[in-house]
Each structure stands twice: as structure tokens, then as C-alpha cells.
């Protein structure tokens, strides 16, 4: 797995949490993820939305693409499409995707590199393999995540960044057997790169078989761990979670010193997971605000997702490239 890796002997460790004075939040509820065709064709895992939303809030959908080996001509990316009152984060694990977009955001990301994509106000994009993917096949593994923007951030002019796989900020579990990347967020007083409007914690880690990891998490944020691959526990009460599943955990209720996170990997992995139990940790500032969806579009109201449809329309969503032609897409349907 080519996501950055390093050794977790030599990186900063997070802090040992105490059994006692910690509130380890617990298990709500456990998902397993439901496939997909998106795109041109590309098979997603998708966990949520199909639970509860106020569940996930700040967080609209994640798609975990992949783990896949293409075979040459097989790998399919997405048409130019418009987006308006979100931002797209696209996390890829192994291989490479290019990004381009009406505001001259993009290039390529491969092997722990993030795009960040803020739709905002309305903007159009394309996310592709590179041809020598297409040409030659390989492996892919990808994730891609939705994270919604309060109503006054949905108006704010679109913007683009590009976090290569060097800028993410790494550490190690408290007893140096685990390696956590910070791709956006804070934990123990570590930043991620990311720049986000709505505060957020977006972290990938490789748990080491057998081994616990246990996190500090802020107090009025919400949580989730999706297995990326290998299997283990969640909880203080250990509730098993296999690759392609969600586990939700319970807000926090009580008044302690910290709130802490908990998971363990199995003593036993599937060989593609021999260096470890892969896992993303998810949290964020839930915005608590109306929600109104329809294809690419997320605001707070439907006469706002016609009007997003209108604007597209009339063009006020940035203009595609004289050389590329879209394809027709959700914008051009119908609002039911």
C-alpha cells in the first residue's frame, strides 16, 4: 500500500489516554457499505448516505473505490460534472486520478495524495486515471468523501488544493506499534494540510495486527471508522467491524477529562492486510442545518437546488474546456 508509510518508531506519539477519566464514546450502530456503478461505469462502496444523515453530519457520502486491478482499457473515471454547496475530497490509497476544473484547479494525485475540491457557489470538474493507467491496467484504490458547508460558506467562491502525500502530518499510536496520517483536522495538538470550512478530523491509519489504537477526540465532534481493508474491533466493547463496513460511534454524554476512540486489530489479517488493519477515522462539527439534495447539488432549501440547476444551465457554473465536451449528467435531468 503506497500511502505514505513510515516507520512509527521514529514519528511523534500521541498521548497515552487513561482508562479512568476518559469517556470512551461506544458503538451506535455498525453499516456495511452497498455497491454502486458511478461515474462511467466504476464500482463504489458506499456506507452512507443510507443511514440516518444527522448521523454523519458534517459528512454527506463516502465512496471507498477499489482495492481493484485494472486490466489495460478497464480503469473509468467520471464525465465533467457540476457540484454547488459541498466540497469533494478524493483520498487515493494506490495508483493515480486527474482532476480538472472550470476554475483551473487540478493535476494529478497518486499514492497518498488528496484533492480537495470546494464546490461552494458552483463549479464544474472531471476526475480521470491517467492514460497510462488506462493504456497499461493496475492496481487502484481510492476513497472519496462529501463534506457539506454551512449555509454561509455555500455562496463562497469555489477553490482547489492539491495535498501531496509528503505534506500529510504523521504519528504513531502512544505505544509506537501504529502509524496515523492526518490529512485534515488536529489530533492531540497534530494538524493535518487540509484547509476546511467546517471543522473536521479526516485520518487514515494502519493499525498493526493485534495491536489497540486509541485516540483523543474533541468532545462535540461525531465519529466513524470505515475499514479500508483487514478486520478488527471498535469500541471499549470491541463490536467487530470487516472491510466495507461503518461503525458509528455514540456522541458524548458525560463530563470527563477527554473523550477518547478506541479500536483494535485482529491478531489475524487477510494477506493484502499483512502490514495491518487499514482504516479511515472520520469526525466533525455536526452543522445541524436543513438539507436539500438532488444529484450534484446539496443546500439548505429546494427552491435553492432549482435555482442550482437554473444557474448550470445558463452556464454561471464555469465554462468546460472548447476541447472537451460534456456528457449529460444528473444537472440535465428533471427535478422531481
Known sequence: MPAVMADPLTLPRLPLLPQEGTDWRRVAKVVTAQRHLEGEGFQVRRPF???DLSLADPFLLLDHMGAVEYAPGEAKGTPWHPHRGFETVTYIIDGAF????TTGGGGLIADGG???MTAASGIQHIEQPPPELVAKGGLFHGVQLWVNLPRAQKWVPPRYQDIEA???RLLAADDGSSLVRVIAGSLAGHDGPGVTYTPINYLHATVAPGARLALPWPRDFNAMVYVLSGRGTAGVEEVALDEGQ?????GSHHKGETDGLVVRAA???PAASA????ILILGGLPIREPIARYGPFVMNTRDEIIQAFE???AGRMGTVPAEKVPHRSAADEPLA
Open 49 to 51: 448516505p443510507g443511514i
Open 166 to 168: 509528503r505534506d500529510v
Open 267 to 269: 491478531d489475524g489479517q
Open 114 to 116: 488528496t484533492q480537495w
Open 98 to 101: 486527474q482532476h480538472q476544473d
Open 311 to 313: 444557474d448550470f444551465q
Open 246 to 250: 461503518l461503525a458509528v460511534f455514540a
Open 275 to 278: 502490514a495491518g488493519w487499514e
